[in-house]
């Protein structure tokens, strides 16, 4: 691709401050720009991007995502950005019927049975990993809401704990004690001075912990311990969901806690919940 360093540079920092102006969350941002470095690396079109078609974008995402088999949401994910980058860089748009979305699979998330889960946290060593599963198992944060974690939204009292989702958006989800507990064990060892107010600080460049330092440390625990192939660290929200409502827990409160906007994404879980009481039930009676 004819882009210098300086263009490449200019093109990222443009579709950076649009992005910033859309208020979205900084791990949202850090994604778009991700998959516009990776579309100046692996694009081999030689002209000049004002004159790049759908014939050239086709080429390309058939080349990189089709011919690959990556996933629909890698691929959705990827063209959203590069059509962006287009539109702010060079008002460009492109006809959406042909550069469409993939239809995205409808399969039910699988969880992590609690046996299991508890294994896995008793060999678990370190212990701000320790808070990271169980932030996410027993309280449903993302990958990305981990490092928003503020020690002064903690409310230990009343068992909760407010969180900055997506598209900065408030919430308040259950904090259970054990969770506490490990929170406090983690606080006494950082011996934290509230620096930034964030409970997982990151390294000299990040006030907090980057979301995908958490995604690799659970690839690499599945690894280490041959956990189910299917398994990310999304399967620990997911299970969070699914062991609330087959613990009586309400959808609308659960809908709450989970960050949906539409209850319709978080009735998933209530199918989910009555599977597994089925084939309980059905256990018990043979």
């Not at 006030?207 to 958490?214: A, D, P, Y």
Request: with cysteine.
């Amino acid at each position: 691709m004819k882009l210098s360093e300086k263009e490449m540079q200019e093109i990222l920092a443009k579709v950076e401050e649009n992005l910033r102006l859309r208020r979205l969350s900084e791990n949202t941002i850090l994604n778009y720009l991700y998959d516009i470095k990776f579309f100046f690396k692996n694009c081999t079109y030689s002209g000049d991007l004002k004159d790049f078609t759908e014939d050239d974008f086709i080429d390309y995402v058939k080349k990189e995502f089709l011919d690959k088999e990556k996933t629909a949401n890698t691929y959705n994910a990827h063209i959203a950005a590069i059509k962006k980058m287009f539109i702010v860089c060079y008002r460009k748009a492109f006809i959406n019927d042909l550069i469409p979305r993939a239809k995205q699979s409808k399969k039910l998330p699988i969880i992590i049975p609690i046996n299991e889960f508890n294994d896995i946290l008793k060999k678990e060593k370190n212990i701000e990993h320790c808070c990271w599963l169980l932030l996410s198992y027993y309280c449903g944060l993302r990958a990305c809401e981990i490092g928003n974690v503020k020690i002064e939204n903690i409310d230990s009292k009343n068992n909760s704990l407010r969180i900055t989702g997506k598209g900065n958006k408030e919430r308040i989800t259950i904090l259970p004690n054990d969770v506490i507990i490990c929170l406090r064990k983690y606080y006494v060892y950082k011996k934290m001075k509230k620096t930034t107010g964030y409970l997982f600080e990151g390294n000299k460049n990040n006030e907090h912990v980057n979301s995908k330092t958490v995604v690799n440390y659970f690839i690499n625990l599945k690894k280490r311990y041959n956990l189910n192939s299917r398994y990310t660290y999304h399967t620990l929200r997911h299970s969070f969901a699914t062991n609330y409502i087959m613990n009586g827990g309400k959808l609308e409160e659960l809908q709450i806690m989970m960050g949906h906007k539409n209850i319709v994404t978080t009735v998933i879980y209530l199918h989910l919940a009555l599977n597994f009481k089925k084939i309980i039930e059905k256990q018990h009676h043979e």
